[in-house]
């Protein structure tokens, strides 16, 4: 009995495996909203030195490539490695590695996804510290929780309608976090 229901468990899953795609690269539209960055010191009548800070978006690009390890009929779990940078003064670049759980529904023609990422966020600023308007540095260790919906376009494209995610970078040099926040758009190509 038991080898009986093994047999059209096992069709499934290979079935499944079979049109599904290892591996996902895409290419999004990344702004990055910065909170809490720290932009040098200043000297405040009364107070003395102290610490400012700026809030600010970032434009840019990023991508990234998906390996689906894990690939079941409604679910999949994959390592995603993802990147994002824009030039210029204030601007940012991130680069972080995570897991990403997508669900594929049989009936409703969209594919949700949530995903848990850490990296390394770098940030650029107009200085507040001598001399000033020159470029302020900042690096940060950084995590972020991301979710987002894919529209698959064809078999081997999907547009990625909205990702969006929170999340924070640790700073080893400065006395306070920066606060992430990015709305990404794109395209997946599936290989």
Known sequence: MRRTLLIPILLLFSAASSHAQAVSAYVTYSPIRLTNVETGTAFVPGAGNEIQYASYWANGFGGGITFNVIQLPFVSLGLDLRGSTK????GADTGMA????????????????????????????????????????????????????DYPLFRFLDLRGI?????????????????????????????
């Open 87 to 90: 030039r210029g003064t204030l």
């Open 98 to 149: 995570g897991l990403k759980l997508g669900i594929h529904p049989p009936i409703i023609h969209v594919k949700p996804y949530i995903e848990g990422a850490a990296g390394y966020l770098g940030t650029r600023t107009v200085s507040t510290s001598i001399p000033v308007g020159s470029t302020d540095n900042g690096t940060y260790i950084t995590w972020e929780i991301l979710g987002g919906v």
């Open 163 to 191: 990702e969006v995610g929170g999340g924070q970078g640790i700073s080893h040099g400065s006395s306070s976090n920066a606060s992430i926040f990015t709305i990404n758009s794109g395209v997946v190509l599936h290989f």
